[in-house]
């Protein structure tokens, strides 16, 4: 069984920093592109970040320069590092991991920027 284990949102202020992780359990991670996704309410799930299993990197234009994805395949995670927070940040954060035959999804986690 694959599941996909998000944690690390929380509430914090406009300007600060969270770093979310995602552990995965019941698949090899190298063989996977992992990804974050967010959803905000009323507005379509969308890439934040996404690490393929080549090493390539895509972010969303909306985040270049304040989060930085990264992965551990020996530990099978994936992690969010996300600075300068605004408060269009806030939204549910999505862990993704897909491949050609394959994609799965993490239960989210609330990120809220808020002062």
């Known amino acids: 069984q694959v599941q996909l284990v998000e944690s690390g949102g929380g509430l914090v202020q406009p300007g600060g920093s969270l770093r979310l992780s995602c552990v995965a359990s019941?698949?090899?991670?190298?063989?996977?592109?992992m990804g974050w996704y967010r959803q905000a309410p009323g507005k379509q799930r969308e890439l934040v970040a996404s690490?393929?299993?080549?090493?390539?990197?895509t972010y969303a234009d909306s985040v270049k320069g304040r989060f930085t994805i990264s992965r551990d395949d020996v530990k099978n995670m994936v992690y969010l590092q996300m600075n300068s927070l605004k408060p269009e940040d806030s939204a549910v954060y999505y862990c993704?991991?897909?491949?050609?035959?394959?994609?799965?999804w993490g239960q989210g986690t609330q990120v809220t920027v808020s002062s």
């Open positions: 993704n991991a897909a491949n050609t035959f394959r994609s799965y």
């Open positions: 019941g698949i090899i991670s190298r063989f996977y592109n």
């Open positions: 690490n393929t299993s080549g090493g390539s990197t």
